[in-house]
């Protein structure tokens, strides 16, 4: 599926990224520990996360994924907009949890 | 990529949000170099998880990076407080860092095990209220 597809599945709004849209992702991950994205991942192309802070778009850049979901209806500041942008990640927050945005993503086909 | 290419950064102990600019940075030198990604995967996790690491325990350091055809090294150098059991802080899980850092996304004690996971050469040189150094190396095949 493509960002797009992601964006429509988990209702999301798309924060920053609208060029990014077509891009394919073929896995995920979903966590509120850094270390354990970057302990467990490998090749995936989008984090769902509850955390908010600007070490969420470092270590997705870490790990080249290309896009960001922030559960629970959270928000990015200006300060992690910009990081991601610096870095062509796309942003976007759906108002789910965690659990249901995962769900709906894993009976769509994306794995982990 | 003939000649020994040679980082280095200072690493600021007083912000976590800049902590892993110097790992992005190294990053983006390994691309331009044309090294595999996998390779640069590994470098840029095992140098972003020492980089937070010195944020959180040792406020800051100085990280030197080696760039050879063959491999990359990284030295990390602090003056916090030493760890006083190498050998329970490489356990997976074990943490002494305080909860805010886990309230941002750290501190689940795996960070040192992360390290060793991802470069092919690990050494821990540290001593209890002197400093740490950690030195990693990871193989261009």
């Given at each position: 599926m493509t960002i797009q597809d992601l964006k429509t599945i988990l209702e999301a709004e798309v924060i920053f990224g609208d060029e990014l849209m077509d891009q394919e992702i073929h896995t995920a991950c979903g966590s509120d520990m850094m270390s354990d994205v970057l302990a467990f991942v490998k090749d995936q192309s989008v984090l769902l996360t509850g955390l908010v802070n600007p070490q969420v778009v470092r270590t997705a850049d870490m790990m080249d994924i290309r896009c960001i979901v922030f559960v629970r209806g959270k928000r990015p500041d200006n300060d992690i907009i910009e990081l991601a942008q610096e870095r062509d990640i796309a942003l976007m927050s759906t108002g789910l949890r965690m659990f249901t945005a995962c769900g709906l993503l894993w009976e769509k086909g994306l794995r982990g | 990529?003939?000649?020994?290419?040679?980082?280095?950064?200072?690493?600021?102990?007083?912000?976590?949000?800049?902590?892993?600019?110097?790992?992005?940075?190294?990053?983006?030198?390994?691309?331009?170099?044309?090294?595999?990604?996998?390779?640069?995967?590994?470098?840029?996790?095992?140098?972003?998880?020492?980089?937070?690491?010195?944020?959180?325990?040792?406020?800051?350091?100085?990280?030197?990076?080696?760039?050879s055809p063959e491999h990359v090294t990284m030295v990390l150098r602090d003056h916090g407080k030493g760890i006083a059991d190498v050998e329970k802080a490489m356990q997976e899980g074990y943490s002494t860092a305080p909860d805010e850092v886990r309230s941002l996304g750290f501190g689940a004690g795996m960070g040192l095990p992360n390290m060793k996971k991802y470069s092919d050469e690990m050494t821990i040189d540290s001593t209890v209220g002197v400093g740490t150094t950690v030195s990693m190396t990871v193989y261009i095949q």
């Open positions: - | 990529m003939e000649n020994l290419i040679k980082l280095s950064y200072e690493v600021d102990g007083e912000d976590f949000t800049r902590a892993g600019e110097a790992s992005a940075s190294v990053k983006k030198s390994l691309r331009k170099l044309g090294v595999p990604p996998d390779v640069i995967r590994k470098v840029a996790i095992a140098l972003y998880e020492g980089e937070i690491n010195m944020v959180i325990h040792a406020e800051g350091g100085v990280i030197d990076v080696e760039i």
